[in-house]
Structures are given as structure tokens and as C-alpha cells.
């Protein structure tokens, strides 16, 4: 198990996860949106899927059954997001604080290895502003509120 995927744990570990996304499940939201996920939002994927815990929740990818789940799902949440045009340019929905604020991954068209900021957004955003400099340092940050 490489640094980041044991620090992802050491961070997400108490939370409750839906099980790991397939490669088919990440291939599929990347084409859907036209983007390419940071490396270490992949890795939350592929150990994850998405997280809900004690007074946060990391959107991802969930198992899709029909039947309601506490996980919030990115894919259906960044496609709602994007057909208000409610959300930051080339990002993905990942968090909220519950109240009036979003979180949102940039994401890359290109290149699978660049890690992507992540900007807060709310009613008020004027172009939003930077929160993190990476989804890890989001979570880090995020999770000692």
C-alpha cells in the first residue's frame, strides 16, 4: 500500500464507505464528464467509493442500487451542478459544509497525473476561491474543522 492510500485511510477510516468504484465505474464518469480525475481522487475512488461520516461526507461514486443510500453520488451531483451552471469550470462536486457552501475538485482534460485545486463556491462565489491545493490536503483540512 503506496503513502497516499494509507494517509487516505489514516483521514476517511472512521467514516463509512459504500465499497470501492470498478475502473469500469470511474472510465464511465470521466467520459460522461470529459474529465480526467486527479490521481488521488482516483485512489479514493478505487479504495472508497464515497465516504459519509461523523459530520462530513466526500462524494464519489456509489453502487448505483435503487434503492436510497447515505452516499452522495459525484456523477449524478456535478451533472445537476452543471445544468444550472452552478459550478466552477472543469471541477467535479466532492463536499459540503452543510450550510451554504460547496466544494468542487478542477479536474484535468488531458493529463491523468495533475492534482487539481479545490475551490469553495456558494451563494456568493464570484469565481469562487481556492480551499485546497489538492483533493489529500482538502481532506486534511476539511476533516479538522
Same mark, same amino acid.
Given at each position: 500500500?503506496?503513502?497516499? /492510500? ?5 483521514? &476517511? $477510516?472512521?467514516?463509512?464507505? @459504500? $465499497? ?19 490521481? /488521488?481522487?482516483? &485512489?479514493?475512488?478505487?479504495?472508497? $467509493?464515497?465516504?459519509? $461520516? %461523523? !459530520?462530513? =461526507?466526500?462524494? !464519489? ?5 435503487? =434503492?436510497?443510500?447515505?452516499? @452522495?453520488?459525484?456523477? /449524478? ?6 445544468? %444550472? ?8 462536486? +466532492? #463536499? ?8 468542487? &475538485?478542477?479536474? /484535468?482534460?488531458? !493529463?491523468?497525473?495533475? =492534482?487539481?485545486?479545490? +475551490? ?7 469565481? !469562487? #476561491? +481556492? ?5 489529500? #490536503?482538502?481532506? =486534511? ?5
Amino acid at each position: 500500500m503506496d503513502d497516499i /492510500s494509507q494517509h487516505l485511510i489514516s483521514l &476517511l $477510516g472512521s467514516g463509512e464507505a @459504500c $465499497g470501492p468504484a470498478t475502473q469500469e465505474q470511474i472510465d464511465v464518469a470521466q467520459c460522461k464528464l470529459g474529465l480526467i480525475f486527479p490521481p /488521488s481522487y482516483r &485512489l479514493f475512488l478505487q479504495t472508497f $467509493g464515497a465516504v459519509f $461520516g %461523523h !459530520g462530513f =461526507e466526500i462524494a !464519489g461514486l456509489t453502487p448505483g442500487k435503487d =434503492e436510497p443510500t447515505i452516499w @452522495c453520488d459525484m456523477l /449524478s451531483s456535478t451533472l445537476m451542478y452543471r445544468r %444550472h451552471d452552478a459550478l466552477p469550470k472543469d471541477s467535479i462536486y +466532492i #463536499s459540503t459544509d452543510g450550510m451554504d457552501l460547496s466544494y468542487f &475538485l478542477k479536474c /484535468s482534460k488531458v !493529463g491523468p497525473a495533475q =492534482e487539481g485545486e479545490v +475551490i469553495e463556491w456558494g451563494p456568493d462565489h464570484d469565481g !469562487g #476561491s +481556492i480551499y485546497a491545493e489538492s483533493f489529500t #490536503s482538502f481532506l =486534511e483540512r476539511h476533516l479538522d474543522r
